[in-house]
Each structure stands twice: as structure tokens, then as C-alpha cells.
């Protein structure tokens, strides 16, 4: 069996994604592993830093815009 560990940059967009799809759709049995995509840590990071200012407006600015982008 292989193993397989993927993040940061090799996951950053909707086309890396693709081709990471395509590259573990076959037959032999894996073990896939993902972990965050380019930016997300810190921006999560940012997120906790403003609620934790009490800054609601601006984490949920940040919020929206990170589900636009994934």
C-alpha cells in the first residue's frame, strides 16, 4: 500500500486539486492524506486573533471571503 500526503501549495487551488484527483484515481489502494491548503493556517490564525479582539466584523470578512475561495 502506499501512503500519500498532501498540502500547502500542492493543494493550493481548485485546479491543483483536480489533478491530485486524478493522480490518485486508479485501482491500487492508498492511503490519501491532506492537509491544509496554501494560507489556511494563517488564516485561521487571523480569524482567532480577531475574535479574540472581539473584532466580529472582521473575522467574518475574512470567514466569507475564505469560502468564496474554497
Do not use: P, W
Amino acid at each position: 500500500m502506499k501512503i500519500l500526503k498532501f498540502g500547502g501549495t500542492s493543494i493550493g487551488t481548485s485546479d491543483r486539486f483536480k489533478a491530485l484527483a486524478n493522480l490518485v484515481a486508479d485501482k491500487e489502494i492508498k492511503l490519501v492524506v491532506l492537509s491544509a491548503m496554501s494560507g489556511t493556517t494563517d488564516t485561521l490564525v487571523e480569524i482567532t486573533e480577531f475574535l479574540y479582539q472581539n473584532k466580529k466584523r472582521e473575522a467574518t470578512g475574512i470567514i466569507n471571503a475564505s469560502k468564496k475561495k474554497y
